[in-house]
């Protein structure tokens, strides 16, 4: 809602002030009756409108190094006494009571204007509707409809030229725009700038209704003459158009101006500017993608443009550290961090981008006794697959699981995370923005045993190539089963010598 009402209203402002810079001055009075009630409308769709641009960053070369340990801390449950924020509650309940009440006086006001129509003497005139009123009254126009003083029309009181006046109103609809931008008023009332939009659409009408008559009676000085001593009375109704509304020298001037054709081309030519320029403002957003190229900078990590995504990330998480091998210990809010701590403990995350599956690796998903299946986190049976298809998910993650790692509920050899497209569009596409957990736990482990002596580790290796064994079996490879397990074992004995 913040948002809508910034945008919207720094839309409005620029447009508005566009206008009685450039265009309210000028003879093109039509054009600029489209021009305000287009910059309502616009305003209003502005802030709903998104446009990505996507910028390409360098992608984080992945090196081969001893990584910390990260234990993931579940949030701590401390028993706190529920309390219930009122404040929402009051302000929109205020905001829905307030803008009832404006509603109402809008609906009232056109009712009382009805019944005004509806119990008077009416007699057509010209194509409208002339209503005769017993009170006291200046020329003023609804809709189709225009109320005079019935003594002044039967004594002939009332010129040729008010008639041209109010017709002019009449048949150019001028009343639907004063409809439209009150009850924009009524809606945003607590925005003042809806008041200066319907004071610069009814001085437009004016222009308009002028602009008819000159043309129609070509005697400006009688017709400037007439409006001067009947904008002496200083009555003014409530959405209709009045024949002394805003009788200032700009419209005196008005009539007599005459503007070049070239003049007004330029001028409107440079809307287009200003609505790309408030578009690009308001609505294109630009999103960070990695660029995989072999020019990537070895240090991303540490470099200014690393540091505010990492900001950004990891602002407010808090940071357990417990570096067994330099003996540092520390707990602190990512804020408190140096720039060096940072830097070092703190890596940044790659962006999730979808994975195309496969018709044949679906299809093999199938199978209960190879395969454990979770979709968008949950975890459900092999034969729920028969409800989708592989273009129903956007991301997916397929891992073996180790003997000892295996549970009675889950003893398949592989596990599968399936995530659906509207799940990935709302958890996992901008999941690499910020953080999802409230702490962090980083440790580094003192330097024991070599890994390559560790028993348990031998047995990973030794069921790994069992595992190569199998799968190459399976895909009637057996020829190159020695040459999978001599390579294997070559990369792990290099990656533990280097360490």
Known sequence: MTDFLIKSSISLVVLLVFYHLLLEKEKMHLFNRFYLLVSLVVSMIIPFLTFEIREDIPAQRSVPINLPHFEEVKDISIPVKEVIDYTPIIFWGLFGLITLLMLLRFAKNIWKIHIKSKSNQSIQYGGARLVLLKEKTLPHTFLNTIFVNEKDYYTMDIEEELFTHELVHVNQKHTLDVLFIEFLKTIFWFNPVFFFYKKAIQLNHEFLADHGVVNAHNDVPFYQNLLLQKGRNDQTIYLVSNLNYSITKKRLLMMTKNTSNGLIVLKKAAILPLLAGLVTFSCVETEEQEKTNSTVPK???????????????????????????????????????????????????????????????????????????????????NKVLNNYKPTDFAYYISSYVYKKNRSEKFPQPYQCQLYTNTYFDKYLKNKHLKCDRDTMRIVFYKPGVRVVDSVAMKEMIEEHNDEMERIAKRYEKAQTIQEIKDEMIRNTRKELESK
């Open 299 to 381: 240090n991303y990590n540490n470099s200014p443009a690393a540091d505010k995504r990492r900001d950004v990330y990891y602002a407010g998480v808090r940071v357990i550290v417990d570096n067994q091998r330099d003996g540092i210990k520390f707990d602190k809010v990512y804020e408190e961090l140096t720039l060096a701590e940072k830097r070092k403990y703190l890596g940044l995350p790659s962006r999730f981008k979808k994975k195309e599956l496969y018709q044949g690796a679906f299809d093999g998903y199938e199978n209960s006794k190879e395969y454990a299946i979770w979709i968008d986190g949950k975890s459900v049976a």
